[in-house]
């Protein structure tokens, strides 16, 4: 197993207590709240056959992200024509779905320490189900956030959506920011769910800063780092280029290594950005 700290200026550790126990070096360090994961390339090996095809059916160049430009597309039915394509792909390519070596045995190790688990994928519903009813029958991920979440990663909405699920929440104070996280909760919202609306009320929005993302691409270290998360790559001769990056905490190369990790305590370099997703919106004012 490999650590890569970021070199970032003004980084500080981010930092869990172990979960066989803190000792007086890791008294003051906060507890583990929750664990969220990828799917593909993450929970199961990559597919990435399936992007190719995609963007083929869909007569786009790999520049071009996929969901982005089914949500440009002028009409609804032109974007539901779109959307089933690639539906129809993930449901071929499901079938041969294979699970990532120490899956089974990290899923038990969090049950058995009860540490809360999520998913936020841009996979839609039916592989991720089967995924789970495949290899993690009887192991409990909840919420799961697919494709219908909008906005997708990067955007960090499903992971604050996912915390505030948990009761992990932190309230906004003063005017311009409460225009801020209101804004996030809308966009949060259009996924079709009206429970997430009753997140804007209070002042309040989900607080990942308990949380780990465990990724294997770009848009999940990025969502975790904007959302506050921890961010864990799952490092393949694809993403490699990953693990030096600004928004990448730790690496490791098999799911059970984090076993490890979690067993002794999380240290990894992170930036507390959070302000980014109030920065964001203000700047759309």
């Given amino acids: 197993m ?3 700290l970021s070199t970032m200026t003004q980084a500080r550790p981010k930092r869990f207590a172990p979960l066989k126990g803190a000792t ?5 360090w906060p507890k583990l709240k929750g664990v969220i994961f990828d799917v593909d390339g993450t929970l199961c090996q990559p597919q990435n056959h399936m992007f190719a095809q995609m ?13 982005e430009h089914i949500y440009s ?5 032109e974007q539901e024509s779109a959307m089933e394509s690639i539906r129809a792909i993930e449901r071929v390519s499901m079938a041969q779905q ?14 058995r320490h009860r540490v809360p688990k999520g998913i936020c994928t841009r996979n839609f519903e039916q592989p ?4 789970l009813t495949k290899f993690l029958a009887g192991s409990v991920f909840h919420p799961v956030v697919t494709r219908d979440f909008r906005p997708p990663k990067p955007d960090p909405a499903g992971l604050l959506f996912i915390a505030r699920s ?8 003063g005017e311009k920011d409460e ?7 809308r966009e949060s919202a259009r996924s079709g769910e009206g429970e997430k609306e009753g997140a804007v009320g209070s002042g309040e929005v989900g607080d990942a800063s308990g949380l780990i993302m465990v990724g294997d691409s770009i848009d999940d270290m990025t969502a975790g780092r904007r959302a506050g998360a921890a961010t864990v790559l799952l490092v393949n001769d694809a993403n490699r280029h990953l693990a030096e990056h600004e928004h990448t905490d730790l690496v490791i190369e098999r799911l059970d290594e984090l076993m490890h990790v979690l067993e002794h305590g999380f240290v990894g370099s992170y930036l507390d950005d959070f302000t980014s997703i109030k920065t964001k919106y203000l700047s759309q004012e």
């Fill in 179 to 185: 225009s801020a996280v209101k804004e996030v909760v």
């Fill in 24 to 28: 007086a070096e890791h008294h003051d």
């Fill in 98 to 111: 294979v699970a990532q070596p120490g899956l089974a045995e990290l899923m038990a190790y969090l049950d």
């Fill in 128 to 131: 991720v189900t089967h995924l």
């Fill in 2 to 4: 490999r650590r890569f």
């Fill in 73 to 77: 597309l002028p009409t609804a039915s």
């Fill in 55 to 67: 963007r083929s059916v869909l007569q786009i160049p790999k520049s071009v992200d996929i969901l």
């Fill in 166 to 173: 948990w009761g992990l929440t932190r309230r906004i104070e």
